[in-house]
């Protein structure tokens, strides 16, 4: 049984990787100064840059949980979501508010996704 990492930490590795299946920690964004749309877009830029590096991609997604700050929000990041997203290839996805560990972040988002 073979679990490759990916960005490995202290307190947690950016992506692991066991049979065939990725698997990111949540992803936010650095820009925290930026609107939910924006936030999301970097965020989903990570999410990209991740996959890739890890043999994937957003068509491959298999699930996909998104955390919002405020529910208030959701609009703007579904607005973001479906510019990124590929048509046909639509993940089972959840949406909760939550209170994200620093309170500048507006969403977090994790992802499973098969290796192509």
Not at 26 to 35: C, K, L, M, R, Y
Not at 36 to 46: S, Y
Not at 54 to 66: E, F, M, R, V
Not at 79 to 108: I, S
């Amino acid at each position: 049984m073979e679990i490759k990492r990916l960005h490995v930490g202290k307190r947690l590795s950016e992506v692991a990787i066991h049979n065939n299946t990725v698997y990111l920690a949540g992803q936010v964004a650095e820009q925290s100064d930026a609107d939910i749309q924006g936030q999301t877009l970097e965020v989903l830029g990570h999410i990209d840059r991740l996959l890739a590096e890890a043999g994937s991609d957003k068509t491959c997604i298999l699930s996909c949980q998104i955390y919002l700050k405020d529910l208030a929000d959701f609009a703007g990041m579904n607005e973001a979501w479906d510019a990124w997203v590929p048509q046909g290839h639509t993940p089972p996805r959840a949406t909760v508010q939550a209170q994200l560990a620093d309170p500048q972040w507006l969403v977090e988002i994790v992802v499973t996704a098969a290796q192509r």
